[in-house]
């Protein structure tokens, strides 16, 4: 059911992300192709006219703009003198310009020409400023004359019919919000495609670590875990490796579903009954490993005895009676005791419980290390690590901690114990 839904749900989200990658390419192309036709009629000699014109009227603001914060004290006089400089710089441009304009339009060429030899008449005055402010007033006054002649021209201008300026105007607005409509309409876009991807990117996180039958931690999460939280020292944690008795039956008699069903429902028991300090993963087909830190040595006996207690418990699912055992081994870390060394002393503590007569735990203690291959005769399909020794004892120091693929195989059993 978990897996048919998220079938359910993926093809959703990557048709709103394939969606919103193609609206956005559509709207780039369409935004692209009318900015284009725009600047095409922008870029003729009288447009061009039309922007230094109002470019002059902008630069004239800006320099009055730090004029006043130079008397205030708020900006240096190195900040004003640029803002003139770039101010004189258009006026030779705007005059070519208009030298170059028709002789049907309204030709502006002698009021820049004023402008221009009125702007060096006052560029001594200007200057003066640097030493003293005391005639800043004057400066100012001189500068607004000669942008309210430009604000004349256009008003005259602008009132005659056919002249085109209102016309230029427009377009320079309506370019203006476009670019500024294209660029909102890809951030939107953009943050979308980032949502989902990041959403995604947080599911795969999750699902790489959780079973997906039972919705517990599966091995992946375990060996990460061992790996580096426990890689030199497991003291004060007890390890659970629990393997079920009987779960094979169930399939054969009753079909995957109920086994399935019965797997969901003890795995919610077990974790039930954890502490909430404690945390449980399936190793794969019907074997569990729990991670049990404690404080009081009796407390990881109990709930292996808790565990073996609710899987003894008989339920009636999808109409069926299943019934299953566990054997449970038990193993206590020490300092020097690696987290993949404790798993594998667990693992063969709860060989020793299911060769005891199973429906049991066992605790680990070095003995068992002799009997160690005889307890893993049960199939190829657990070898042993390439560094295991049959001679070694739980007080031994241990490599490195590093969970290799021998490892995996050797704890994860693709096919359920009988």
Known sequence: MMRSKQLKIMPAKRVILVG??????????????KITSLSDRLTSSQSKLVWYMLS?????????????????????????????????????????????????????????????????????????????????????????QQRQQLEDYFAQTLSLPGNGYREHTRLLNQLGQLTTMMTLGMMAVGATVLLLIAHD???????????????????????????????????????????????????????????????????????????????????????FAAIIPYQEANMPGEIATTLVNIAQRQSVLLGHRCKVSASIGLAFGQNNISGERLLRYADTAMYAAKHGGKNQYRVYHDAMQASDHRLHSRGARR????SDDSNE???????????????????????ARE
Request: net charge neutral; with cysteine; charged share 20%.
């Open 393 to 415: 004892t739980q007080t031994d120091q241990g490599d490195a901690f590093k969970v290799s693929l021998a490892t995996i195989r050797q704890i994860s059993k693709p096919n």
């Open 56 to 144: 002059l009227s902008k630069e004239y603001d800006a320099l009055m703009t730090l004029l006043a914060r130079y008397q205030g004290g708020k900006s240096s006089f190195d900040n004003v003198a640029v803002q003139h400089e770039i101010l004189w710089s258009r006026f030779p441009v705007a005059i070519n310009m208009a030298r170059e304009q028709t002789a049907s339009q309204p030709n502006p060429r002698m009021l820049l020409n004023a402008i221009y030899r009125d702007l060096q008449a006052s560029e001594a005055s200007f200057y003066a400023l640097r030493f003293s402010t005391h005639n800043i007033g004057d400066v100012m006054a001189r500068y607004r």
């Open 383 to 386: 070898p042993a690590l390439e």
């Open 20 to 33: 919103c990658i193609a609206l956005m390419a559509v709207g780039v192309v369409l935004t692209t192709h």
């Open 201 to 287: 990117a947080k599911r795969y996180y999750k699902l790489a670590r959780e079973d997906q039958l039972t919705g517990l931690n599966n091995r992946h999460w375990l060996f990460d875990a061992l790996n580096h939280r426990f890689a030199t020292s497991t003291e004060g944690v007890a390890i659970l490796v629990i393997d079920l008795d009987g779960f094979k039956a169930i399939n054969d008699t009753h079909g995957h579903d109920v086994g399935d069903v019965f797997l969901r429902t003890l795995a919610k028991r077990f974790a039930d009954e954890l502490p909430s300090h404690a945390v449980i993963a399936r190793l794969g087909g019907d074997e």
